[in-house]
């Protein structure tokens, strides 16, 4: 430890109350918890992706630390202070000679991360689904990067470059050849994958997809308040981190969502973002951002360190753990196309989210849809005056060829794919059916039903809450019933009967269709 550190570790260097001080480093900086804050020093370290030697630099990035994360937890970040040289020693926001710079932020309590929340299985699905939204509504306000500019920072070239350095930077910390074997194997990947999509991330630039993101989104860079999670900690100290594909930006929270052992949570997050942003063409590039961001903490362990990797080391373990991701994310996984079937009530839509979850899956939802191919938002209440009337017969087909054209983006990018529509009538479950032969992949009909009763009072219950995408009310639920036509004769074989979105239940679902989709 430096003698700044030791200095700063004695609460007499503080400009208030402070009974202890407690130190967190990263490979980057060092975090002195004291008091009511938290003081962020960045270490004068050169690392090729940053330079942090300067008092200068340190100054600037430390003010773009203050800038940036703003945008996302503006509560947390308080100010810039300096550290300076007084007559007993450095002293934090004092008079004197100005040695360093840190960042004041207000201090939380360390089992207030998401990551620790999530550790304990203490976060609710609704905390994980309101994250997504919340991230998809905060990414439609960030800067977007202009379309034809080769210069600018976040193009697909500049992802190339952060693919390759992940590479090359690594290469130099292994010794043992296990672990050189699996780099080459991912390596080799994600170059033929690069050389697949570099066309569509090309088209998703010039579509405003890259944006200046957070950069970091992990577990450890997210916090609960409330009922909500905010992030902090974004990328200042390069540009080119930050302003990144938002697909890129998801896929780093749900690539840690699955080191963590809570990938449920990661994609309750990203089929709500997927809602509410409408860009199930991320789930293009999805896997090929996940292995990169696995690529990107599998480095960030080895910078912990230093070369050669020490056999059996934490470092070490971290580093396969996150390499073995990066792997994976390359394989084909195992895809199925399963619709909901019921009317409104009947719990299909509670289902189809969490069987989408268990499974990896995005689940596409009818509901929404509809409202989007009118300029609305899912949580738009199309009953106000004014509104477009969006359940004609026109508006069905339209929103039907739309589900069958999102099914098919999302199955070909290699994901499963759960529709979430009444799917009441035959003959569209038939389309679907045929659908999913023509791309190759297992079909099956989650049939929900429940009393009649029940579903009267579901209705009624989610109408007064108001805090849903559908409208369905006892009149159109009298309609639905009128009209139904249940699975009958041949699509039997197809079907999985539903009679509660338990947990028992859900797991019985999700267990016929992975063994469908195996084979």
Known sequence: MDALSESLLEPRAYPHRVEQVRLVETHISRVFLAGDFAYKLKKPVY???LDFRSLEARRH?????????????PGLYLD???IVRGPEGPRVAGEGEVIDFAVRMRRFPDDDLLAERAAAGTVPAAMWRRLGTDLARLHRTLPRAPAGDEQQDGVPPHFR???A????????????????????????RTWAD??????????RHEAGAVRECHGDLHLGNLLVEGDRVIAFDCVEFNPRFRWIDVASEMAFLVMDCEARGVSEGGFLALNAWLEESGDYGAMTVFDTCRAYRAMVRAKVALLAGRPP??????????????????????????????????????????????????????RIRADVERKRLFGLAPDADTRAPGMPDIYTREAGARTFARLEELATTVLESGHPVVLDATFIRRGLRERFRVLAERLGVPFR???????????????????AEGQDASEADDAVLASQLAACEPPSGGELAWTLPVGAADDEAVARLAAALRAAASG
Not at 319 to 348: E, Q
Not at 445 to 463: Q, S
């Open 445 to 463: 009909i989650l049939h929900c039903d429940a009393p009649p009763a029940e579903l009267h009072r579901r209705v009624a219950l989610r109408l």
């Open 47 to 49: 690392l090729g992706f």
């Open 161 to 163: 470059d952060a693919l």
């Open 309 to 362: 990797l020490e056999s059996g080391s934490a470092a070490q373990l971290a580093f396969r753990r996150y390499l073995s991701l990066a792997d994976c994310f390359g394989h084909a996984r195992p895809r199925f196309l399963a619709i909901t079937c019921g009317v409104s009530g009947s719990g299909k839509s509670t289902v189809a989210l969490r069987v989408a979850a268990a499974l990896q899956a995005v």
């Open 80 to 82: 810039v202070v300096a």
């Open 165 to 188: 350095e992940n590479f090359r930077q690594c290469r130099a910390y292994l010794r043992e050849r296990e672990d050189v074997l699996l780099l080459n194997t991912v390596e080799e």
């Open 61 to 73: 990035f430390c003010f773009e630390e203050l800038r940036l994360n703003r945008r996302f937890a």
């Open 194 to 203: 690069w050389r697949r999509l570099e066309r569509e991330f090309w088209r």
